[in-house]
């Protein structure tokens, strides 16, 4: 009476079942194919890795449980299921099911996707160090200040984990004190004043007159606040702000900068500069889809591609109401703009886990088997893991701004390299420190994410490879097809050599590791994933033999793709996959960008922003374009409501 807990999507949502008049006939509609794909494993008393499909009493309380729906669907969509050795779904059949789970289950409307909404979040630290920069154009060391944000589906943009707390906004008052003293200075010398000071005082001090005191101080404050709000500010704000400005200035000598100085400490420590919210008429009726408005958009835009506040620009369309109508052309002026360096590093960092290969722990000399640790630290410097992550950042960049397929992420035959990093992946001919684009040989065994050291370091352990680490890292952010949680009390892989030689090597101790039932499904994913890439040590290096056995990196997907090593696995995830990759790096951007994590009825968004973006080259600028375009990215609806989290866990 149900589905499996494994079955495959791609394009097929884009497809539409029949209407059907209701949810029980409409099943029935469905069940035949069900039966006759799944039932073999998970029907008739069969329960293939610990899933039934036919436990309920009826139809309509099977109907009932959500959970299990969401659970098939997912897995649906991830393409695995049958497996590859089983008979396969037909397109049109595929498209179906998955269109009974969403009408019928998720009561999800393709034609009006729910946007979701996106909880008020403050500025994270990098967004408040740049916001600081761009409105003052000073570099505040806020790391000495603000401690480091939680992180919530990999990123630090999520709205869910940047609360604030009493103590938190004590370092948001002391971070203000610091801007504040070093942007307005109080030695009256305004013939001194450096670019940044010269920046909010065009005009250098005002005349004793009161009345002209008054018309400068609205003219600053008005221009900072407005900045530092992310839209105009109202009348009465303004005068609130004057009159801070004014009564210290009465009271105190210096008195015009030191009154200056408060009102712009009232400005940094407001909810309305530290926390970004979107206004929206009927804020707690979940059924209530508004457009966003434009300055909020413009702030979403500028958030999402600068890690900080709109400029100018982007804040003149907002108040002619022109921002989406030119929304493409102002795109490709921000890539352009040295402020983008911001998004390739913190998107990068983060969905690469770049940021981590210069401070994660690795027993370099064991992966070296080098003589001195001397020796060691000198060959594996700080240097060169910078050189790292800045490959990852570059190449990121470059297949974005020159507009080349979101593949060739995972099959370009070019890099980007200085002399010491050239060295470690045994390319000639490169000399010099500074970065820059390399054609890579046509035998060299690097080109694409998987074959850079950020990946293959980030994703090992202390003292060897993970296959399971590298193969997981894949599936979540490749191919958009988590495994499950890992269950409690599984045995440690090293617990599975006990009693074998030292010299056994990694994908053996993986196969008797996966004759544990509780452990054979997920590791039927991750594993061949993994030991494809085996031929890189802990710390990126190309090896043959793993404890003097030759290496055999080939595999299959459980989607049935064969595979002879790693750059072979690549160039299928680039084409047999491709459609899962476009949508792993969609739910990923959007996920960054949104603030938020991708859910069930997000299914129509990225659906389309893949079909977009199969029908337009394959860019990845088309990705961003269809991220900024979506409905997540332009509407919100109102709080409350239910995820599919909370869905399940109410049900």
């Not at 008979?87 to 019928?104: G, H, L, N, T």
């Not at 926390?275 to 408005?293: F, L, W």
């Not at 938020?596 to 922003?609: L, M, N, Q, S």
């Not at 079909?611 to 509407?635: M, W």
């Amino acid at each position: 009476m149900m589905l499996n807990s494994a079955l495959s999507l791609t394009a097929l949502l884009l497809l539409a079942a029949p209407a059907v008049g209701s949810d029980t006939a409409a099943f029935e509609r469905v069940e035949p194919i069900l039966m006759d794909l799944c039932y073999d494993c998970h029907g008739d008393g069969m329960e293939k890795g610990a899933f039934a499909m036919d436990e309920w009493d009826s139809v309509e309380e099977h109907l009932k449980d959500f959970n299990v729906w969401y659970e098939i669907w997912k897995n649906i969509r991830s393409n695995l299921m049958p497996p590859a050795n089983k008979k396969p779904f037909k397109e049109e059949e595929r498209a179906e099911v998955i269109a009974f789970i969403e009408s019928k289950i998720f009561k999800i409307d393709r034609d009006n996707p729910d946007p979701g909404r996106v909880t008020i979040r403050r500025l994270n630290r990098e967004e408040y160090r740049y916001t600081v920069k761009d409105i003052f154009r000073i570099n505040l060391d806020v790391k000495n200040i603000l401690p480091p944000d939680d992180t919530g589906y990999g990123f630090d943009t999520i709205g869910d984990v940047l609360s604030i707390s009493p103590l938190l906004m004590e370092k948001y008052l002391e971070a203000a004190r610091e801007v504040v003293t070093e942007v307005v200075p109080l030695d009256g010398s305004q013939k001194d004043y450096p670019k940044h000071v010269r920046h909010l005082f065009p005009a250098g001090l005002p005349s004793a007159d009161k009345s002209n005191k008054d018309f400068y101080r609205r003219s600053i404050l008005g221009r900072v606040a407005t900045m530092a709000f992310r839209r105009p500010v109202d009348k009465e704000t303004i005068e609130r702000l004057v009159a801070i400005a004014r009564e210290t200035d009465e009271l105190r000598d210096n008195g015009f900068e030191t009154g200056i100085q408060r009102a712009m400490t009232a400005i940094l420590v407001s909810p309305r500069f530290l926390m970004r919210a979107e206004i929206q008429t009927e804020p707690d009726n979940p059924s209530k889809v508004v457009a966003i408005d434009e300055f909020a958009l413009a702030s979403r835009l500028s958030y999402f591609l600068w890690s900080s506040c709109p400029d100018e620009q982007l804040l003149d369309l907002a108040a002619k109401g022109e921002l989406r109508k030119n929304l493409r052309p102002q795109v490709d002026r921000m890539l352009s703009d040295i402020k983008a360096q911001r998004f390739f590093k913190n998107f990068v960092g983060q969905w690469l886990q770049a940021r981590d290969v210069q401070t994660v722990f690795v027993d370099v000399g064991s992966a070296l088997e080098a003589g001195s640790s001397r020796r060691v630290r000198r060959r594996f410097s700080g240097r060169l893991r910078q050189a790292m992550k800045d490959e990852s950042e570059l190449f990121f960049q470059y297949v974005l701004k020159h507009e080349r397929p979101a593949t060739e992420l995972l099959t370009a035959n070019y890099s980007f390299l200085n002399e010491e990093l050239a060295n470690w992946y045994d390319v000639e001919g490169i000399r010099g420190s500074s970065m820059r684009y390399v054609d890579l040989p046509k035998d060299s065994k690097r080109g694409g994410l998987l074959n850079q050291a950020t990946f293959q370091i980030v994703t090992s352990n202390p003292t060897r490879t993970s296959p399971v680490k590298r193969g997981l890292f894949v599936l979540e952010n490749f191919l958009a097809t988590p495994a499950p949680p890992a269950v409690p009390d599984v045995p440690a892989l090293e617990d599975a050599g006990r009693g074998l030689p030292k010299n056994v090597p990694l994908r053996k101790l993986l196969e008797l590791h996966a004759e544990e039932k509780m452990c054979a499904s997920c590791h039927a994913r991750m594993d061949p994933i993994g030991l494809a890439l085996e031929n890189f040590n802990q710390i990126g290096l190309w090896r043959d033999e793993e404890k003097g056995q030759p290496i055999d990196a080939s595999g299959k997907l459980i989607t049935g793709e064969s595979f002879s090593n790693a750059k072979e696995l690549s160039q299928i995830l680039a084409t047999d996959r491709k459609s899962d990759f476009h949508r792993a790096l969609s739910e990923k951007l959007l996920t960054y960008a949104a603030g938020r994590g991708v859910e069930y009825f997000d299914a129509p968004t990225i659906d389309k922003i893949v079909a977009d973006v199969e029908a337009n080259g394959g860019t990845l600028k088309e990705i961003i374009y269809g991220v900024i375009e979506s409905a997540p990215f332009q509407k919100r609806r109102g709080d409350g409501g239910f995820s599919s989290v909370e869905r399940a866990k109410s049900e």
